[in-house]
């Protein structure tokens, strides 16, 4: 008997791959793997060159088309246009977040205000915004996902008002689950562990991150793209129908641990905790 993939006739937008490295990129392979035909908005000329040589490799020619979500009006005229194209949208992987990284060091009290404005503007009313957009062309059982990190939860060296940005993204991904779900469309955050992704870079010691979240992590490993992307599958598939307003952890259990894993305190001839 042949079985059907998850996705097949479903139709939707990734907002936010910047390049193979990307989460965004694990996601879309993921979807195309399951059937699904997607969309890939690009933010400029220079960013669409960079999408051009992934969208070749998906099984399901992609729509590539431009917007740039610190211009509403281009927000509106993406969805606009795909829910000409389609007539429904199925599905938005929202996968976008910036913040001056130089602003990343330090204090997190000497951000300026102008960073604050577009470090939220861009990380979470860019959410907000792509919610409203799409939802006259959502289709009834559709779903939302955006990407978190626990930044959002905790405080961690080098994220700064990034955590601000993504405590607020998690409390916007509640209230559009509310609004959203009156017309029976899911909304969730995916809050993955730390991946080396082009956004990543901008993080001081992010390999350091990368080692403790390791050692540490209850499954003693770093997070993939590409569980992350099978991850973020199960909440825009059938697989996820009855899950809305959540914000689930996929990172090997790391979000659990309150105390360093003690066997693992000194490793590689390097002290990390001493007792």
């Given at each position: 008997?042949?079985?059907?993939?998850?996705?097949?006739?479903?139709?939707?937008?990734?907002?936010?791959?910047?390049?193979?490295?990307?989460?965004a990129?694990?996601?879309?392979?993921?979807?195309?793997a399951?059937?699904?035909?997607?969309?890939?908005?690009y933010?400029?000329?220079?960013l669409?060159?960079?999408?051009i040589?992934?969208?070749?490799?998906?099984?399901?020619?992609?729509?590539?088309?431009?917007?740039?979500?610190?211009?509403?009006?281009?927000?509106e005229?993406?969805?606009?246009?795909?829910?000409?194209?389609?007539g429904?949208?199925?599905?938005?992987?929202?996968?976008?977040?910036?913040?001056d990284?130089?602003?990343?060091?330090?204090?997190?009290i000497?951000?300026?205000?102008?960073?604050?404005?577009?470090?939220?503007?861009?990380?979470c009313?860019?959410?907000?915004?792509?919610?409203?957009?799409?939802?006259?062309?959502?289709?009834?059982?559709?779903?939302?996902?955006?990407?978190?990190?626990?930044?959002?939860?905790?405080?961690?060296?080098?994220?700064?008002?990034?955590?601000?940005?993504?405590?607020?993204?998690?409390?916007?991904?509640?209230?559009?689950?509310?609004?959203?779900?009156?017309?029976?469309?899911?909304?969730?955050?995916?809050?993955?562990?730390?991946?080396?992704?082009?956004?990543?870079?901008?993080i001081?010691?992010?390999r350091?991150?990368?080692?403790?979240?390791e050692?540490?992590?209850?499954?003693?490993?770093?997070?993939?793209q590409?569980?992350?992307?099978?991850?973020?599958?199960?909440?825009?598939s059938?697989?996820?129908?009855?899950?809305?307003?959540?914000?689930?952890?996929?990172?090997?259990?790391?979000?659990?641990?309150?105390?360093?894993?003690?066997?693992?305190?000194k490793?590689?001839?390097?002290?990390?905790?001493?007792?």
């Amino acid at each position: 008997m042949t079985v059907e993939p998850l996705m097949a006739g479903k139709k939707g937008l990734i907002m936010g791959l910047a390049n193979d490295k990307s989460i965004a990129w694990g996601i879309a392979q993921a979807l195309d793997a399951q059937g699904a035909e997607i969309a890939i908005s690009y933010q400029n000329e220079a960013l669409e060159k960079r999408v051009i040589p992934l969208a070749e490799k998906l099984s399901i020619e992609p729509t590539l088309i431009k917007c740039d979500v610190s211009d509403s009006k281009s927000v509106e005229d993406c969805f606009k246009a795909l829910g000409e194209k389609w007539g429904k949208i199925d599905f938005v992987v929202h996968a976008i977040g910036f913040s001056d990284k130089d602003q990343l060091k330090g204090r997190m009290i000497d951000t300026t205000l102008d960073n604050f404005l577009n470090t939220m503007h861009i990380s979470c009313y860019s959410f907000i915004e792509a919610c409203r957009c799409a939802s006259p062309y959502m289709s009834e059982k559709g779903s939302i996902v955006t990407l978190s990190y626990l930044g959002s939860e905790r405080v961690l060296p080098n994220y700064n008002i990034m955590g601000v940005a993504k405590a607020g993204l998690e409390a916007a991904v509640r209230y559009a689950s509310v609004d959203m779900g009156r017309q029976g469309v899911r909304v969730n955050a995916i809050s993955a562990g730390p991946i080396k992704t082009l956004a990543a870079s901008g993080i001081g010691d992010f390999r350091k991150i990368l080692r403790w979240n390791e050692l540490n992590a209850p499954l003693q490993a770093n997070v993939t793209q590409e569980q992350v992307g099978r991850a973020t599958l199960a909440l825009l598939s059938p697989l996820g129908e009855a899950i809305t307003g959540e914000v689930i952890h996929v990172d090997n259990g790391y979000n659990v641990i309150s105390m360093i894993n003690l066997a693992n305190a000194k490793e590689s001839g390097e002290v990390l905790c001493e007792f």
